[in-house]
Structure formats: structure tokens, C-alpha cells
């Protein structure tokens, strides 16, 4: 039944389509009775939280009756020196979605554009109609970003462009030079955001070092990264913001006054400690992806060069059925049909035998069929 309230709600926010997020293992166990379950379709770190984390975690818990750092003081300490930039260029967000969203916030009012890829995150779009804007999303060319087919969309109200580099769900990646001649092109009060969200899995020597841009302290570049995937830690909610400190100081304006909370504050902290943990889970997606990849080439399935934590394969049948199918077995992935990639799942890179348990549920849903 329509009530008076509903007129008051925005049409174009009425209009979102949520996010929807991988299935929980929790909620298919329940539903099938299955007590081992495997995701892997939210390219989460399947080495589990690294335990220095842990611990720090749990030390950190002791204090939670008081209010956090309200500017993660220590961790922005960190990561300064980390990355070899300054703390006035840092800004840490509940998860790097938080830092979309101040752009977002900051940035963009209705009638606005916000230009990305067709085929990319979707929390781009969602946050650009919240706004009230128009969202551009330029097809793909070889399932990679279409730099100059974003710059011809550029117009007088374009306020931001999202790069997702490596892209998710193609796990492709756009090179130094394209960037380079890109950042040259684009209009200077455009914001241009590169998410990184997977750097830390990226071989390929031409991947683009935006971190040098970032301290080149360029108004218009933001970065964003996260401690979701390599860290292990997407749970905690912990991402952050790379720029000039114009900018940073600006998106500060925009955030909440405790937007992080301290256990995780703790947690990220001591998780970029934990050199250990993160040589080990870039080994494990290294030769995992090599691992699926082979796995894909003897089933004859076409699927994405990826530098990501994830692969994009074409199961040459209906996603939708290829996911259900899998979930009956316990193994959660994710179906690409939500993208217009009508035949393309996407899988997380596991531990090895979750890998190899996919590959075989795989293999033997597709002879049944053929
Ligand atoms: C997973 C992912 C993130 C991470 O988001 P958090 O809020 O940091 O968990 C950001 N961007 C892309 C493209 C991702 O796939």
C-alpha cells in the first residue's frame, strides 16, 4: 500500500538496485545442511586473518569502551612510512568503499557524470545514483579498460572517473603508458580514482606505479587500497585514500569522526607487520591462478588473464544454472550474468585443495551435461 512517506522518498534512489554480495557460507549451510562449505566468490583471503592481526585484535578489544583515534593516528603513521608518503596524504576509511562514497559525497550533485568501465565494480554505479547523477559505463575492449573510450565520454559535467586496476571481475589491467597518456588527457578538475584493491597480486612488470603520482601530490589523482583481500581482514573494514593533501584534508571534512573502528585500527596496523602472512598469500594466488588457468585450458574453457585474486571463465552454458548447480555441492561462486556476461562465473583463487575441489565440481557438472 503506497503511503504519504513515499513521495518523499528520491526517485532515482528508489530506483538502486542494492548490492548484492556473495552468498555467506553461514546461510548456505543452513540452507543444504552442509557443514563444509567453500566460498570463493567475494576474493576474500582463504589463509583466514593473519595472526599478528589476530592478537593486536584482541589486545585492541580491551579498550573498546573508549572511542577510537578519530584519525588512526598510529596506523596513518604506518603506512606513511610504508609507502614513503605523507601522513597528510592518507585517509582511512571503513573499508575503501567508504573513500568511493566521500568522493561520491564530495564531489558529484545531481545531473552530474561519473564515467568507469561497463564491466567493473558495481558499487560505482550504486553510489553514483545515489547522488542523482548519471553513471557512463564504457564497454570493455577485450574485457580491459577502455581508457580513450572514457575520455570521449568526458563532458562539462563529468566530476569523477573510477579505474579499477587490476578491474574487477576481469582481473585485466590497464599499463603505465596508457595511464601516462590518459592522466595527460584528462581535464584537471576531473578526479580520476585508481582502485587497487588487488595491487598487491599484480606480476606484470608495465602495471602502472600510481603511488609515484600520489607523491607527485597531482590535485586531481586519488588511490585507493585496501586491507580486504591481501590482508585478510574484510571483515574488520579497514581501506584508505591516497592524495594531495588538498584533497585528503577536504575528504577529512566529509567522513564521520570515528569512521574506523580501534580493533580494526589494530588489526590493519599490525597486519602490515606481518610480512610473512603476505608472502605467503601472494605465493598461494600466484600459483593458484597458474593452477585454474591450466585447469581451464584442458576443459577447453576460455577464461581472463588475470592479476587479480580471481579468474573470469566462460563456462559455455547458462552462469546462473552453473552456479546453482555448484552451490548444491557446497562450493559458493560467483555468477557474471548480473554483468551481462550471460555464460562467465568468476572464482576466487583458494587454498589449493579448495581449488582443486572446484575444478573437479566443475569438470564434473560439465561431462554430465555434455
Ligand atoms: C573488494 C574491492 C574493494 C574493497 O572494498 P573494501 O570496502 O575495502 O572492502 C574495492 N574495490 C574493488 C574493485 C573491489 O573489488
Known sequence: MPHKMEERYKSYIRSVRPYEPGKPIKELERELGLH????????????????????????ALREVHLYPESKCHYLVKRLSQELGIGENQLIIGNGSNEIIELLARGFVSEGDRVISSETTFLVYPILTQVMGAEYVGVPMKNFRFDLQGILNAITGRTR??????????TGTYVTTQE???FIARVPKDVIVCFDEAYVDFVEAADFPHMIFHAKTEKPNIVILRTFSKAYGLAGARVGYGLGAPSMIEYLHKIRQPFNVNSVAQAGAAAALDDRFFLWRTKHLVSSGRRYLAKRFEKLGLRHIP?????????????????????????MIV???????????????????????????????YLEKRS
Open 160 to 169: 569523477l572517473i573510477f579505474i579499477a586496476n587490476p578491474n574487477n571481475p
Open 334 to 364: 560467483r555468477s557474471m550474468k548480473a554483468y551481462g556476461l550471460s555464460t562467465w562465473i568468476r572464482v576466487t583463487i583458494g587454498r589449493r585443495s579448495q581449488n582443486a575441489q572446484f575444478y573437479r565440481l566443475l569438470k564434473s
Open 36 to 59: 563444509h562449505v567453500i566460498k570463493l566468490a567475494s576474493n576474500e583471503n582463504p589463509l583466514g586473518p593473519s595472526r599478528k592481526a589476530l592478537r593486536a585484535m584482541r589486545r
Open 306 to 330: 588475470s592479476q587479480a585474486n580471481f579468474i573470469l571463465v566462460d563456462v559455455g552454458r547458462d552462469a546462473e544454472e552453473v552456479f546453482q548447480a555448484l552451490l548444491r555441492k557446497g
Open 179 to 181: 595511464v601516462e597518456d
